[in-house]
């Protein structure tokens, strides 16, 4: 079945210790996103690819960064995290095309920071 | 700032009861969406109401969209177990970027549907 995965589902890293997470998709949709999810909260977009280009938001630190080597891996980077990083972190992806408006998700990456 | 906000916050009803949330957003808007998270997973897509339609039906799932008053509601017919889960809104705030539109989605309802 045609889905968004990420790797991996848990990840446990030390305060300041860089961590990537990792999302593919066999959707073959041109966008991509990355969300973080705190407890009980919406998620909160980080930033997006169209393609290959990059949308960063407005808010998102710099200490978080993305790669998006080919159409179906992208990375996130989290070059120093913090206690306050501590988080869900999701992948969607949406065509261009179509039903462009809908986003399919994978099943999220817990993040812990000790 | 947030788009959407659904109300209420946590819903615990009894299987077979219906379930109803709501969602209010601030900007006008092209569709809306609701979203299912179960818990410590993915978002999944339910349904998606355009702005120039009133009511949409999927299954268990109806969806009702006001826009003069900027609302949207969620109703659940004859609940399961199985429909626990956080639901949220998701709306486009008019901005557009590349191809496809950004999403914000509201804080979300906490349904609980006891057996």
């Known amino acids: 079945d045609a889905m968004v995965i990420q790797n991996p589902r848990y990840q446990v890293t030390q305060f300041g210790k860089p961590v990537t997470l990792s999302c593919s998709q066999t959707?073959?949709?041109?966008?991509m996103y990355w969300y973080q999810q705190k407890s009980s909260q919406a998620p909160k977009l980080l930033f997006h690819?169209?393609?290959?280009?990059?949308?960063n938001e407005a808010d998102t630190p710099d200490n978080f960064q993305s790669r998006r080597p080919n159409t179906s891996f992208c990375f996130l980077d989290i070059r120093s995290p913090g206690l306050g990083d501590a988080a869900m972190y999701l992948c969607?992806?949406?065509?261009?095309?179509?039903?462009?408006?809908?986003?399919?998700f994978g099943a999220g990456t817990r993040l812990s920071v000790l | 700032s947030q788009q959407g906000e659904e109300d209420p916050q946590a819903l615990s009803i009894q299987e077979g009861e219906n379930a109803t949330m709501n969602c209010s957003y601030k900007?006008?808007?092209?569709?809306l969406q609701w979203y299912r998270q179960n818990s410590g997973r993915g978002l999944v897509h339910l349904i998606l109401?355009?702005?120039?339609?009133r009511e949409k039906h999927s299954g268990r799932l109806r969806v009702t969209l006001d826009t003069s008053k900027k609302s949207s509601s969620l109703l659940i017919t004859a609940s399961r177990a199985a429909d626990t889960a956080s639901y949220f809104c998701?709306?486009?705030?008019?901005?557009?970027?590349?191809?496809?539109?950004?999403?914000?989605f509201g804080k979300g309802t906490k349904l609980t549907v006891n057996p």
């Open positions: 969607a992806t949406s065509r261009d095309q179509g039903q462009r408006y809908i986003q399919y």
């Open positions: 959707l073959n949709h041109n966008v």
């Open positions: 690819y169209y393609d290959k280009d990059f949308n």
């Open positions: 900007t006008s808007i092209n569709n």
């Open positions: 109401i355009r702005s120039n339609e």
């Open positions: 998701a709306t486009e705030p008019g901005e557009f970027w590349g191809g496809s539109e950004k999403l914000v």
